[in-house]
């Protein structure tokens, strides 16, 4: 598999958001977008536009790992992932491969922290363990980056994107690795929190426009009705 970035981020969202918000998937375009462009929790920050995402949209679809979902309560399309289906994952796999498509390369203290709204697991072995096991398959969907100058511990890479040398392009520039929980995380955990409330309120408000019109639509035939 050889997803371009833009697919990537679009991929680990969906993968995000049926994990962490389970309630509001799959997600319509507004919610899509807004997921992408979150300036918290996605490293590099991106400025999607529609037209991108659409575009991205159509070729993940083509390629099955992106499907529809049709509803007969909302005109809004809502997209799904499929990468599990497709790659044969386990959400153990799903939530660190999320979690590097959407912050690029990252220790597994990192990752440990990282995933705990998508999967809950019991230590860093465990981590490692979905790691090697995502490294050992005939096509790798990850790897284990040469530990660079300054930095205590390697870090991780996923391999959806192909070509490893893209990995750096994500690497968090925050000097020499330090222990992940001592990091001041606060306010970025604050704004992760808005931005997903706001996701979550566009995607309820998607839906209540769509019931309305419904609603409208009903009326308008019973009105129309002779025998009403």
Partial sequence: MNLTPVQSRIVGCLIE???ATPDNYPLTMNALLAACNQTSNRNPVTRLDEATVSNALANLRA??????????????DR??????????????HLAV????????????????????RLHPFAGHDEV???LRQLAGRKEPL????ERQPGQKESRWAHMVGGDLSLAFAGTDDDGPDDDVD???????DRMGALEQTVAELRADLDRLQAEHRNLVARLGESD?????
Avoid: C, W
């Avoid at 992932?81 to 386990?90: F, G």
């Avoid at 990850?142 to 980056?145: D, I, P, S, Y």
């Avoid at 001592?182 to 970025?188: D, E, F, L, N, V």
């Fill in 142 to 145: 990850a790897a284990r980056l």
């Fill in 79 to 92: 997209f799904r992932h499929a990468l599990d289906e497709v790659l044969t994952l386990e959400p153990e």
């Fill in 182 to 188: 001592s990091r001041p995380t606060a306010r970025a």
């Fill in 224 to 228: 129309d009705d002779p025998d009403g």
């Fill in 97 to 116: 491969l999320s979690v590097l498509m959407l912050r690029g390369p990252q220790t597994t203290s990192e990752l440990r922290t990282r995933t705990e």
């Fill in 128 to 130: 490692e363990e979905a």
């Fill in 63 to 76: 390629m099955n790992v992106v499907r529809i979902v049709y509803s007969r309560s909302s005109r809004a």
């Fill in 17 to 19: 958001k049926e994990m």
